[in-house]
């Protein structure tokens, strides 16, 4: 009992203590709650209204760091002595170069010719200002001045843009415009022809056709192909020959054609084919004389000179076409008609050309179709000239052994097209590579292969697309006796193993079959000693063969390599197979065209200055040696001196697979011929045609009148089919009885029809017989024909160290270059700027 009495008052004292302990916290948690509520109803801020508080400016934290970084880099230099001769030097500097830029621009405007060119090659240098200067000195420029300075590769700061130029219009007001200018020229038979097919009889804006079946085409593609229809026909309006074209480019310079074309090109910045075509349409305007301020101020040089520097080498020459007919203060310059393209020079010059050398391509060709480099596959034609997709032209600017009459008579399966001998055989080498016949270079499959060569040349419509060269995997047919892996092997072995030497011989790779030359005029053979189909090895050029590198226009990218000093034109014209895929026009229906043709390329060549007080050298493929035989008659029988010129300073034509006594290609049965309805120039080319038998005799006594002063005639033959079309279909388009001009040197070769304008490399024998008769008409002509490196034609050109080789010498270029201090660069730019002054 009494120990229960005990717990008992343990329990007790226990909740006794709990409960004064709760007690005690629920007085504490309510005496803090009645000392917030009070302190909330009193604010303490206001005892702190005049207590000073500091302002903060936040900043980026690297801007910062960079700042601290440039003081505590200032502060040191300022210990040093060499800052006590530089500061005063570059503050002085920094004055003087915007000086000097204001100065020149002045001189350019205001001297006499020859200081305004050395003034205008100095502005062209200055890329050290900052964008304001070059926007005040925009301002500054007159229009003379700002086209010379486009055509000398100046910085594109030069230039003010158009204005509003980010302003675009849409596609339907851009067709008003171009449907405002047909109308403007529509008395011509051409324009309302062209109205009346792209946009109808009502000549309103036709929406796009459809039915229940068929869905309607978009809008904007509908409006896309009619524009295309519209600067087609404006660039045939303003192309024609005579007093009428200028009168269309007139017009439309006064109906404000440049700005509508500014708004074309604004919207089509990026269209490829686009852009082509309305650089062809600014080229034939700048034709008419006096409308270098008409481009100034709508804006256009600043787009020429962006065009200059195009990944498209279409749209480069196209430019610097444009340039040159609006630069009116080179003393070299010259004038170019529509569909004359000036392949080089590409830019002023300091003397007038020594030779000019004029291309001339041949049906369904083109200036940088025809004359491309030789396609590592070869590809069907199509008869009907099919199109292929867009694609952008890039430039790559990217002896001892005798070949007697005996060996180039050997038959094609036998015959050495590359060989490789060494007069002084060294048993230690390994000669088994040398030893070895091969009959063609290495086939590969090429990307540009949908419908790109189908048709035999032709530039047909182009979309965004970079045209390159990939490997295949696809077997190529080919005669059995050739090998293109040991081919292959042994071009790259030439390009790997150290340099060969003079006791070396690389046979060309397109050596002819048989070659008969004219003993009779007293000169000796090119190929008796074998020096016109082969080179020693002292003087193989080392080039890049692979895919990437191939030249879309070797005249325009491989002659000015050899002879800087010449000029290489380029002449071009539209053809079709079929009057199905003719464009329908009325001034091309059922008219000779080939008499045509010559008389207006013999009114644009003289426009040119072609030929005068400089030879001439004729490059014609095709029907194109044809054109060149009716421009030399017609050019004699002028009684225009200028004019007749063009004939009597001829040297070299040279005939590329031409037939001179027409094609059986082009004879077609009457039920073919109403089923393919062939052209007015196939018509022409039919064998044994009355016209080409009258103008082959009549050019050969013509030639033969000019007595002494008579040019060397160069004919070269297909001695391989072309297949056509896909069904493989290989036939002799121009037959040897055909292509013999029975005069000068003839040369069977083992190309077929379409590759005999196309050399494989440099090293080929298309080219170096190109390049003798060059020499030829140089030396002739008192101008020294040797070639020159490129170090010494093109300067201030980075190139790739690459070892060029010419006359056995070696000559090595490096792309490295040394480091130079701030101070040496200013003291070096300081120099040639006071050059000006001196």
Request: with cysteine.
């Amino acid at each position: 009992m009494k120990n229960m009495q005990i717990e008992y008052k343990k329990c007790t004292k226990l909740f006794s203590g709990c409960g004064v302990a709760s007690l005690l916290g629920v007085l504490s948690y309510e005496a803090y709650r009645t000392y917030a509520a009070l302190s909330s109803l009193v604010d303490t801020r206001v005892l702190d209204i005049d207590r000073k508080r500091p302002d903060y400016i936040y900043i980026k934290h690297h801007i910062y760091r960079q700042s601290l970084r440039e003081r505590a880099l200032d502060a040191e230099n300022q210990h040093r002595l060499l800052n006590i001769v530089v500061q005063p030097f570059e503050k002085w500097w920094k004055a003087l170069k915007h000086s000097v830029a204001w100065r020149l621009l002045r001189i350019a405007q205001q001297g006499d010719q020859a200081e305004r060119l050395k003034a205008i090659h100095q502005l062209a240098q200055i890329d050290h200002l900052k964008d304001w200067d070059f926007q005040h000195l925009a301002q500054l420029c007159d229009h003379r001045t700002a086209i010379s300075l486009a055509r000398s590769n100046c910085d594109t700061r030069w230039f003010l843009p158009p204005r509003q130029y980010g302003v675009e219009k849409e596609m339907r007001e851009v067709l008003i415009d171009m449907k405002s200018l047909l109308e403007l020229l529509s008395p011509h038979k051409c324009a309302a022809y062209a109205l009346e097919q792209t946009f109808g009889s009502s000549g309103h804006i036709r929406e796009p056709d459809g039915d229940e079946v068929t869905y309607q085409m978009s809008p904007s593609r509908f409006e896309y192909d009619q524009l295309k229809q519209s600067l087609s026909a404006l660039i045939h309006l303003t192309g024609l020959v005579g007093p009428e074209g200028k009168q269309h480019c007139r017009r439309i310079i006064d109906a404000g054609g440049l700005l509508m074309l500014l708004e074309a090109e604004k919207l089509f910045r990026g269209d490829i084919d686009m852009k082509l075509l309305i650089s062809r349409l600014v080229g034939n305007l700048s034709a008419c004389e006096g409308l270098g301020y008409e481009f100034y101020a709508s804006g256009w040089i600043g787009i020429l000179a962006r065009w200059k520097r195009d990944i498209d080498m279409r749209m480069q020459v196209t430019a610097d076409l444009t340039l040159e007919n609006l630069d009116q203060d080179d003393p070299n310059g010259f004038r170019y008609a529509p569909k004359v393209y000036p392949l080089h020079p590409r830019g002023r010059q300091q003397a007038k050309p020594a030779v000019d050398v004029v291309f001339i391509h041949g049906l369904l060709g083109g200036v940088f179709v025809t004359w491309r480099q030789k396609d590592l596959k070869p590809q069907a034609a199509s008869l009907l000239g099919k199109k292929h997709k867009d694609v952008h032209l890039v430039s790559t600017s990217s002896s001892s052994t005798s070949t007697t009459d005996n060996a180039l008579q050997q038959p094609l399966d036998n015959l050495p097209l590359t060989r490789m001998k060494r007069t002084n055989a060294n048993p230690d080498k390994d000669l088994a590579a040398s030893t070895r016949w091969y009959k063609s270079w290495s086939a590969k499959k090429s990307s540009f292969e949908e419908d790109a060569l189908e048709a035999e040349e032709g530039i047909a419509p182009y979309r965004d697309e970079l045209l390159t060269f990939q490997e295949s995997t696809t077997a190529v047919p080919r005669d059995p006796s050739i090998s293109d892996t040991e081919t292959k092997e042994l071009i790259e072995a030439l390009q790997q193993e150290e340099p060969l030497g003079a006791d070396w011989t690389v046979v060309y790779p397109d050596v002819p079959l048989k070659a008969d030359e004219d003993v009779r005029a007293g000169k000796p053979s090119a190929t008796a000693d074998g020096t016109a189909c082969s080179v020693s090895g002292d003087q193989w050029l080392q080039e890049p063969l692979e895919s990437g590198q191939r030249s879309f226009c070797w005249p325009m990218e491989w002659l000015p390599k050899d002879f800087p000093s010449i000029r290489v034109l380029g002449l071009d014209y539209d053809s079709s197979l079929s009057q199905w895929s003719a464009t329908g026009c009325p001034c091309e229906k059922y008219d000779g065209k080939l008499q045509k043709r010559a008389a207006e390329f013999l009114e644009k060549l003289a426009t040119s200055d072609v030929g005068q007080d400089r030879p001439i050298i004729w490059v014609g493929h095709s029907m194109g040696g044809l054109l060149i035989k009716s421009i030399m008659v017609q050019a004699l029988e002028s009684p225009n001196p200028k004019v007749r010129r063009l004939a009597e300073n001829s040297r070299v034509v040279m005939f590329l697979g031409t037939p001179h006594r027409g094609s059986g290609v082009a004879k077609l049965k009457q039920h073919t011929s109403a089923l393919v309805w062939p052209s007015v120039e196939v018509q022409e080319l039919q064998e044994n045609s009355t016209q080409l038998l009258h103008l082959n005799k009549t050019f050969l006594r013509a030639v033969d009148g000019l007595g002494p002063r008579k040019p060397k005639i160069i004919t070269l033959c297909e001695g391989r089919p072309t297949v056509l079309t896909s069904f493989k279909l290989a036939i002799h388009v121009v037959p040897e009885s055909s292509a013999r001009i029975d005069a000068g040197d003839f040369y069977l070769t083992s190309e077929d029809h379409l590759n005999l304008s196309k050399p494989i490399c440099r090293q080929s024998f298309l080219y170096q017989r190109l390049v003798g008769a060059i020499q030829d008409a140089m030396r002739h002509n008192g101008t020294d024909g040797v070639p020159v490196p490129v170090a010494n034609v093109i300067p201030n050109t980075t190139h790739q160290q690459q070892q060029h080789i010419y006359h056995g010498t070696k000559k090595s270029s490096s792309s490295a270059s040394s480091a130079l201090s701030v101070l040496y660069t200013q003291l070096k730019q300081f120099e040639q700027l006071m050059n000006v002054f001196i």
